[in-house]
């Protein structure tokens, strides 16, 4: 299922993203974090990881990915269509995007009181060559009660690679792991979310890093 994300961005925002996009694949001189992930011996498979290091696990469609060694790789840089900005704050940095790409700095915030059905997107692009995906791990600070994952081989195609889905934990604060329905070359990946539980609205996300 081939999906058209950048409708649900602001005219701004889309005009940003289709100049980066553009950039994602020729830039020989970028680089991606990465961050090592639990050995093999540690973990059976990405629902076992996610047990080890949260207790918190989402099956999709029954899958669990098979057991081997995992790299964590952080996005080079992210977009979204709905960003907090506190008063005073004119820049946004706040809570903006940024905040989920790497642990530890803060947290990326949407600007709340979504209307029912409403569509927060969070996207996370790669430089240089494109990743390959298998699985997403996310630290939810407001967690939504639904999501699906896009990627992309090209940045301007995005297929559905989780269904939209009920996220069946209902607390705000959690680690959740998503498996991808098969590893994935991509430029990126978009999390589309809806259905907050927070009381304001509120979608708060800690990181997003993908897991090859």
């Known amino acids: 299922m081939v999906f058209d994300f950048f409708h649900l961005f602001d005219s701004a925002t889309t005009a940003a993203l289709d100049h980066d996009i553009t950039n994602v694949v020729t ?3 970028a680089h991606t974090h ?12 990405f629902c076992d990881m996610v047990v080890v290091d949260q207790g918190i696990s989402d099956k999709v469609n029954g899958k669990e990915a098979v057991g081997r060694a995992h790299y964590y790789v952080a996005p080079d840089y992210s977009k979204a269509n709905s960003e907090y900005k506190e008063e ?18 803060g947290y990326y915030c949407s600007a709340g009181h979504h209307k ?5 997107v969070w996207c996370g692009f790669f430089k240089g060559q494109r990743k390959k995906l298998s699985a997403i791990k ?23 690679a989780v269904e939209d889905h009920e996220i069946k934990e209902k607390s705000d604060q959690f680690s959740h792991l998503i498996a991808l329905d098969k590893q ?28 090859r």
Not at 93 to 103: L, R, W
Not at 138 to 157: C, E, F, H, M, Q
Not at 199 to 206: A, M, N, S
């Open 27 to 29: 830039d020989p001189h």
């Open 34 to 45: 990465f961050l090592f992930g639990p050995k093999k011996s540690q973990a059976t498979s």
């Open 88 to 105: 005073g704050d004119e820049n946004g940095y706040d809570f903006d995007s940024a905040k989920a790409e790497v642990p530890g700095t």
């Open 116 to 120: 029912p059905g409403e569509k927060v």
């Open 138 to 160: 996310l630290r939810w600070v407001y967690a939504p009660g639904r999501i699906a994952v896009k990627t992309s081989p090209d940045g301007v195609k995005w297929v559905t």
């Open 184 to 211: 994935r070359s991509t430029v990126g990946f978009c999390l589309e979310m809806s259905e907050p539980h927070q009381k304001d609205g509120f979608i708060g996300l800690g990181e997003a890093l993908a897991i």
